[in-house]
């Protein structure tokens, strides 16, 4: 009997310790050396491409351009086109998450991240980061008399490696495939590089016109929050946990700045960097909150 109650006990013990175990969520990190040919392969990439930017660049009529951005859906687009992109996170153990206000973007029951936005205007002004499904014209001395040049954070996303299910929906013919959006800083494949684009939070003038602020037609938008205090949502990427490669590169306009450091919180971007991805943002449906706290509206006060 007690040899019984011995074999008992130590069948639940065992049973436990391997129920703990397949619990604990692993997340490692590839080595360094990888790493950097991503980052390289990208930048070459990159340099192919540049030149549709600085034809933007020289254009003496920027508002005659059908250029378009992505801000947060929140409820309708009205008379915009929506844009869906879906990317494939972390399939097991799946950790992807959000808090509070993301408007119409979710995490779906496979843990992967439904990205939806409203294609409007690239030349209005956005107090926040905007997604980046092209080369725009990141030169603003209108909006930006001091720092005209806009800040361009590209974040890639380790996306799960066994059966990546990347994908890009929407009703515009010029941007329902994830080739047509990875033609600037975005690209799109069996990963990701996620790009949004900033105004120079240190050259904004006290004054926008109201017709050159948001969307012209007016919708309910959200953007990437560069101001902690602003913040009213966030969305959790839980990226590739095995060999993980994320990295996030700065440009300014068409000229690298820096690489973003893994781990750490980049307040002025909304952004956390590491082996997963924490995205702030802040929707125009709270005027006083996204007015008063947000380093990027024109009529700020200086609280954060």
Known sequence: MELAKAAADYEVSTRSMEENADTVKIETVADEETIQKLMDDYVTELMNRTSIAKEKVMRTIYSASNDVVGVFKIGSC??????????????????????????????????????????????????????????????????????????????????DDKHTDNRV??????????????????????????AWAFPDALGVPS?????????????????????????????????????NKNWAKLYTGNTFTKDLLSDHFYGEYGLNTGKNTWYSLTFNTDLSYFKNKNRYHPGRVMAN
């Not at 399939?91 to 973007?105: A, H, M, P, Y």
């Not at 929050?225 to 913040?231: E, N, Q, R, V, Y």
């Open 169 to 194: 929906v929407s009703l515009n013919p010029d941007y329902d495939e994830k080739s047509d959006i990875s033609k600037g800083y975005t690209k799109i494949d069996d990963n990701a590089v996620l």
């Open 207 to 243: 004054t926008i016109a109201s017709g050159n602020f948001g969307p012209r037609s007016r919708i309910n938008y959200g953007v990437i929050c560069g101001s902690p205090l602003a913040t009213m949502g966030k969305i959790h990427f839980d990226d590739e946990d095995s060999s």
């Open 78 to 159: 009205g008379v915009y086109t929506e844009l869906e992109v879906n990317i494939d996170a972390e399939d097991t153990k799946q950790n992807s998450k959000s808090e509070g206000v993301i408007g119409d973007s979710y995490i779906d029951s496979n843990g992967n991240v439904r990205l939806k936005f409203c294609l409007t205007e690239a030349s209005q002004y956005y107090p926040g980061g905007v997604f980046l499904v092209n080369h725009i014209n990141y030169y603003r001395p209108g909006f930006s008399f001091n720092h005209p040049w806009m800040k361009i954070v590209a974040r890639y996303h380790d996306c």
